[in-house]
């Protein structure tokens, strides 16, 4: 069921060699520790003032691709666009520091950085306030960015586009054409697209259950019974001419393309979890594994470990390290 100890490392060590393009919507996610019941007033307002603490800043959207592609050791290159403001420069100094290429991850005084920002009741999130990522300028540093991605492509092993906010960097005419980019100059790729996977006909796609559904137009009922999900997943992709990487969650993941299948059980939970970030880690280790020419069931393999890994880092999105793959991966062998 899972690779012997050797195989694993010489995937680990063939991933330091690869360099992987990520375009897309870069985000910071910005958690902290928020007590409502201060009993404390502002003088000035006379209104409740809230206590926060422990503030911490991750790598979201798109940067938590790139942040995990850098924490499993492949070098990543930053392909999106940021304010000019103290999320922005949170950014870049959580890039600077997993050493993440930021040559193209440009910034703009007319947006505000992408940020979820999630006040935390021990470890519940209550009400999201987010920055940046319902502005109308967005889209338009797209063709910037694609422009940008055109000059570099040849020296990438790998591309990985991404789209998650309700006003993403990449419409439909942005993604159309990045496919035209990545197949012209022959470039292996994935795409991961929270409301667009429609879209992206030309490349492969990962997607979960309800962004599947939603695409085939179906019910998720219909994709609950196994022998049902596999024949609509092949179908899918007959149609498609193209692969797709459908994670399901506990059941695992699916890679099928129109001339072969792989379904990798998932890892039963250990205790508590927390499954933010869970796809984007999915994304990073498939591509990061594909990109050094392993097979697909390897890579279904390390994809899933890394993800087991990554959901039981609690409050916040979740890496894995080839330490911790390794180690992870001894307990079945």
């Known amino acids: 069921m899972y690779m012997n100890s050797n195989r694993l490392r010489e995937i680990l060590s063939q991933i330091q060699k690869i360099k992987i393009a990520v375009i897309g919507d870069f985000a910071v996610d910005f958690y902290f520790q928020e007590n409502t019941l201060t009993k404390e007033f502002s003088v ?21 691709v790139t942040k995990n592609l850098s924490v499993l050791g492949a070098k990543a290159y930053a392909f999106g666009a940021i304010g000019l ?30 940020t979820y920002s999630k006040p935390m009741w021990a470890d519940v999130e209550l009400n999201r306030i987010d920055f940046g990522t ?12 694609i422009q940008h991605l055109e000059t570099e492509i040849a020296s990438y092993d790998w591309v990985v586009v ?14 159309k054409k990045l496919q035209t980019l990545i197949n012209q100059h022959h470039k292996s790729s994935l795409a991961d697209l929270r409301n667009l996977g429609g879209e992206a006909t030309e490349i492969p796609l990962k997607v979960n259950e309800s962004e599947l559904a939603a695409i085939l137009k179906l019910s ?11 024949a609509i997943i092949k179908n899918w992709v007959t149609q498609r001419k193209t692969g797709a990487l459908v994670t399901l969650g506990e059941r695992g993941l699916i890679y099928a393309s129109p001339t072969e299948f792989h379904w990798q059980p998932g890892i039963k939970p ?15 280790a498939f591509s990061a594994a594909k990109a050094t020419g392993a097979s697909t069931a390897e890579c279904c393999e390390f994809a899933n470990l890394c993800a087991h890994i990554s959901i039981h880092k609690i409050g916040e999105t979740g890496a894995a390290s080839p330490e911790e793959i390794e180690t992870l991966n001894l307990t079945f062998l």
């Open 270 to 284: 250990k205790g508590e979890i927390d499954t933010v970030g869970a796809g984007d880690m999915v994304v990073a």
């Open 85 to 114: 403001d103290l999320f922005g420069r949170e950014m870049q100094f959580q890039c600077e520091s997993l050493a993440i290429d930021t040559s193209h991850l440009l910034p703009f005084s007319d947006i505000d950085t992408p």
């Open 162 to 175: 991404n789209e998650q906010f309700q006003n993403p960097l990449l419409n439909k005419a942005g993604i």
């Open 134 to 145: 319902q502005n109308k300028q967005f889209q338009l540093k797209s063709e910037t960015l």
């Open 220 to 230: 998720p009922k219909q994709l609950a019974l196994d022998e049902t999900l596999i």
């Open 44 to 64: 000035e307002t006379g209104k409740n003032v809230f206590w926060g603490y422990q503030p911490k800043g991750y790598l979201g959207g798109a940067g938590n």
